[in-house]
């Protein structure tokens, strides 16, 4: 049925900011040697390498895809590492990529420019004795047939094109796939195909449901971003999934959302894990993708920055070989004594803490604390008010917030999901937007921040102010539009509500609902004197996780009112770690 409500529109060229300098067909195998540049301001080579160039590859209904494979000089065989996304496999040396690297801070020189966007360096892994394959995926630039989005046609083509690889003269028959956002995302739904060559697979940050990730999140139709990606990429010669036409047509879960769900409990395969607090984007989708899959080899480290400065510091790609050469190569190098679990606390003064071990997260101890609303002092409590007090806003006013704080005497560590269950009220309204957020404020009661990235330039904070929160830190939040409050019983727990978004709810007049928010995790550390703010608001609190995108304005009006107290105790529920 997925088949039929899949939607499409005419796909375009890769525009010139997208080209890189070998983006050209030119079909052969030549080789570059040591000392080589693609340009003067990318990485020189350290070894030769072989580049072949693009390969072609047939899926298995008849579609051929080109790639690009860059390996070893030599006769020794080698494991491969692939990267699939729908970015064109050269666009590394693209004017479009090194502004995305301006953006963050980095410079180019760390890379080689031969890398696929978001993608392990060529330079860097066939010196350690690996192949790197990068594809392009169907209906992208040369490649046949219609490209779609985040899919599970994603996992049956990764499969063909591993069991392809594993069949190579040059590849030792092991496979493994690496990469950030997309490439991320791309290896949830290859692995749940299991692929009999496929060793292992690091995901480094990245969605793992496209309606509650991307074009649904919180059951809004906040569709920026994914028009963005539509729009900005899947560039080819044939047609493109129109994801936002299938949002307007289709924005209760059906058959096609679910199809671009990976089936978590087939993910058996080693994976190495990497998540953040603080991509509004894709840490929620990280962490749900972590507990679920069912992989028994997992790892998990949670940092403390951006994924791109993460991924390609030299200590991370280290870490990363060590991973690989275990499973990959079968090299006896005590990666398996790596603990389960490395997460970060957040200080935002400064004094983050990173690479904390723990079998599990949340980790061991920490426990999921009600804080409950009070509406007459507008403060959080560890004991329910007796007596029920609203409080509310009026959509259009200034304020269109309530929040509510408190003041921690003793050094407070903050660690796991928090959640919201609340008690509100529409009136001349039928449904209600609502979004969270827990802030960490100083002593004097100013909101603390942090830039998650190197550029901490004037045109970075004019970026931040309002939106582009893959580069700020600000606080976790959550969101829910209220007639889509269901909760799906079979995944939700006490830390983590789920919600089905099969029906729509509305509110009667006068009725007070019941509702689960969930919020993003947290890892923040509170100094004595320091304050938690929870505000519960109509309007989207962080703005755009991207910049230049558009921004979601609540489908509001009337007034929002939050019960507290008495029979309607609200609570915010914080994972807090013992002392």
């Known amino acids: 049925m997925s088949e039929d409500q899949r939607m499409y529109v005419p796909s375009t060229p890769l525009p010139p900011a997208r080209t890189g300098v070998l983006t050209a067909f030119d079909p052969g195998t030549r080789t570059l040697q040591a000392g080589f540049q693609i340009a003067p301001q990318f990485k020189p080579l350290p070894v030769d390498i072989v580049f072949e160039k693009d390969v072609p590859v047939q899926m298995r209904d008849g579609v051929t895809i080109y790639a690009d494979v860059f390996r070893p000089a030599g006769s020794e065989k080698v494991p491969v590492i692939m990267a699939w996304s729908p970015y064109g496999k050269a666009q590394g040396s693209s004017l479009a990529v090194m502004g995305v690297f301006g953006l963050v801070g980095l410079p180019n020189s760390i890379v080689s ?10 330079a860097y892994w066939v010196a350690q004795g690996y192949a790197i394959c990068n594809p392009d995926m169907r209906g992208i630039v040369d490649g046949e047939g219609s490209s779609v989005l985040w899919d599970r046609q994603d996992g049956r083509d990764c499969y063909d094109v591993i069991e392809w690889l594993a069949e190579q003269e040059w590849c030792t028959g092991k496979v493994g796939m690496s990469g950030t956002s997309y490439l991320a995302v791309s290896q949830w739904f290859a692995a749940a195909e299991q692929p009999p060559h496929l060793a292992a697979i690091n995901p480094w940050e990245g969605v793992s449901d496209v309606y509650r990730d991307l074009v649904m999140r919180g059951g809004m139709p906040d569709t920026g971003f994914a028009r963005q990606l539509q729009e900005g990429s899947f560039f080819g010669k044939n047609e493109k999934e129109d994801i936002i036409g299938e949002a307007e047509k289709y924005p209760l879960m059906t058959d096609l959302w679910e199809n671009k769900i990976p089936a978590f409990d087939k993910i058996t395969v080693p994976a190495y894990v990497v998540a953040s607090y603080s991509n509004t984007l894709h840490t929620a989708g990280t962490f749900r993708a972590w507990r679920r899959m069912a ?26 070989r060590r991973f690989f050469d275990h499973f990959l190569k079968d090299h006896d190098n005590g990666w398996e004594q790596t603990p389960p679990v490395r997460y970060s606390l957040l200080d935002l003064e400064g004094g983050d803490q990173i690479d904390i071990p723990a079998d ?28 029920e007090m609203p409080v509310g806003y009026s959509v259009a006013a200034n304020p269109d917030a309530v929040s509510f704080l408190t003041r921690f005497a003793d050094e407070t560590v903050l660690v796991g999901y928090p959640k919201a269950r609340l008690f509100v009220e529409a009136r001349d309204c039928d449904d209600m937007d609502l979004f969270v957020l827990v ?18 330039s004037a045109i970075a904070h004019d970026l931040t102010d309002r939106g582009a929160t893959i580069l700020k830190y600000k606080g976790a939040d ?3 539009r209220v007639s889509m409050r269901h909760l799906d019983e079979t995944l939700s727990t006490d830390e983590v509500p789920a919600h089905t978004f099969d029906r729509v709810e ?26 938690l703010r929870f505000v519960v608001s109509s309007r989207n609190l962080l703005g755009t996780m991207m910049p230049g995108i558009r921004e ?28």
């Open 439 to 456: 802030q960490k404020l100083d002593a004097y009661g100013t909101p603390l921040e942090a830039f998650t990235v190197p550029n901490q």
């Open 295 to 320: 992989s028994n080899q997992k790892w998990l480290r949670i940092h403390n920055t951006q994924e791109w400065p993460d991924y390609y510091g030299e200590q991370h790609q280290d870490e990363l």
């Open 360 to 387: 599990r997260f949340p980790p061991a101890g920490s426990a999921a604390t009600k804080f409950f609303l009070d509406g007459s002092s507008r403060t959080l409590t560890t004991t329910a008010p007796a007596a």
């Open 113 to 122: 420019g031969l890398e696929k966007f978001e993608g392990a360096d060529p």
């Open 478 to 480: 959550g969101r829910l």
């Open 506 to 531: 509305k509110l009667a007049p006068g009725e007070i609902i019941e509702i689960e928010i969930d919020l993003l995790p947290v890892g923040l550390v509170f100094h004595p004197g320091e304050q």
């Open 552 to 579: 979601y304005v609540g489908a509001n009006s009337g007034q929002h009112v939050v019960h507290t107290g008495g029979e309607h105790a609200s609570y915010l529920q914080l994972p807090l770690q013992p002392r």
